[in-house]
């Protein structure tokens, strides 16, 4: 049996392959954030298709820390019996669950939010809402770390098999760790040391919360891909060392941030119209004309996070690593495992086309994913519509 399908451990949680669902943004949920029967089944099906480990989308900590209207939520007590909902049906089905707990920070709108956008910094305002962020008051801090430690609770009292906080991608965590959205100069900024403080102290808090055999994971950006440098390299393999030395189960690498380099989280084609045709009439100019420039400059590399991971696994033997970011052929997951860059693979793009993906692997009948990288499944996203396959080539 090929090492992808052997068993593995996170912590003292045991998963039956080296296979992960990466977070994935499904615009299920309702309004008031509440688990969806669309939601619960999707995990469902996902996870009678063998998948070892899933990690849902996203979910806030508080209402100033939700980045979209239909986004699960976890943020208060009502929600865990939804929640529990999920849980159950992959516990049911053989698989195991791990809930990522996010704040949007300044990526999100006033209008979906509740009020003006948080940040570690004000200045600047973004290229896709225009946000000019109110800058962080030690109390919103300290709230908002207690709010990820609630949640990781709600978590634990919903079933969960663990929690995994949100580092990437250009969320709160992320730009407190980012020298591009960081401009603090107090104890939460200024240096890595205090730009590392808000992932720490989000951390012992979930620590503090939650039994100790409760697996605790982090992503992290390994490139912020920002106007200005933000986290790099380098930057990155030193976290991932404070990360190790702090106790983590686990941690998995991805890049790219959502308002300045959606493309570089989901590299392959770039469906423009797919893309523009949600936007009001007088983004929709400027909007072709952005993305046209990035057509070509984003095509998939198989694998375009493998260099952090290597870098990572150099300094950091033993930290358990999983790695997303476009794998499509099953003898190169296969590598990837054997030679011991990463000990997970994780994908997000080819379970919205297959959800029995790695039974289909385990199985012989495909040695490769069918997700052509088309994009055209993150434009629903982008236009407010459940995630699903619209690839119909």
């Known amino acids: 049996m090929p090492k992808l399908f052997e068993n593995a451990n996170i ?29 619960v089944s999707r995990y469902r099906l996902i996870a009678k298709g063998d998948t070892g480990l899933i990690i849902p989308g996203y979910m806030y900590v508080l209402p100033s820390g939700r980045a979209f209207k239909p986004q699960t939520g976890i943020h208060k007590d009502d929600l865990i019996p939804g929640l529990k909902k999920i849980s159950d049906a992959v516990h049911k089905e053989g ?25 570690p910094s004000s200045s600047g305002r973004d290229t896709v809402y225009f946000v000019k962020p109110k800058k962080m008051s030690e109390e919103d801090i300290r709230t908002v770390i207690q709010a990820f430690g609630k949640a990781a609770l709600r978590a634990v009292e919903a079933g969960a098999d663990g929690v995994q906080i949100h580092a990437a991608h250009g969320y709160l965590v992320n730009q407190f760790l980012s020298p591009f959205f960081n401009k603090r100069k107090d104890s939460w900024g200024g240096s890595d040391e205090n730009r590392f403080k808000f992932l ?7 620590k503090r919360s939650v039994p100790d055999d409760l697996p605790v994971m982090v992503k992290l950006n390994t490139r912020d891909y920002t106007p200005k440098e933000g986290i790099t390299l380098p930057l990155a393999v030193k976290y991932a060392q404070w990360l190790a030395e702090l106790g983590i189960d686990a941690l998995e690498v991805s890049c790219g941030t959502a308002f300045y380099s959606f493309m570089n989280e989901c590299r392959g084609e770039v469906p423009i119209d797919e893309f523009v045709s949600g936007l009001p009439w007088w983004q929709k100019p400027i909007g072709k004309i952005m993305l046209n420039k990035m057509k070509g400059n984003f095509d998939l590399e198989e694998g375009y996070n493998l260099e952090a991971a290597e870098l990572i696994r150099k300094v950091q033997k033993d930290l358990v690593l999983m790695v997303v970011g476009g794998f499509r ?3 190169h997951m296969q590598d990837v495992v054997d030679r011991g860059i990463a000990d997970f693979i ?17 199985e012989g009948k495909a040695d490769r994913v069918a997700c052509v990288s088309c994009n055209k499944c ?16």
């Open 378 to 393: 993150v434009s629903a996203l982008l236009n407010n519509h459940p995630v699903r396959c619209l690839y119909n080539g």
């Open 200 to 206: 720490k102290e989000v951390f012992l808090e979930i």
């Open 346 to 362: 994780s994908m997000s793009r080819p379970f919205i086309r297959e959800p029995f993906i790695v039974k289909k692997f385990k």
């Open 11 to 39: 912590g003292k949680m045991e998963l039956k392959n080296r296979f992960v669902h990466s977070a994935t943004y499904e615009v299920m949920a309702k309004e008031t954030g509440e688990v969806t029967d669309e939601l």
């Open 329 to 331: 052929r099953m003898t």
């Open 95 to 119: 698989g195991k669950i791990v809930f990522q707990l996010v704040h949007a920070g300044r990526q999100t709108k006033k209008d979906v939010a509740g009020e003006t956008p948080l940040g």
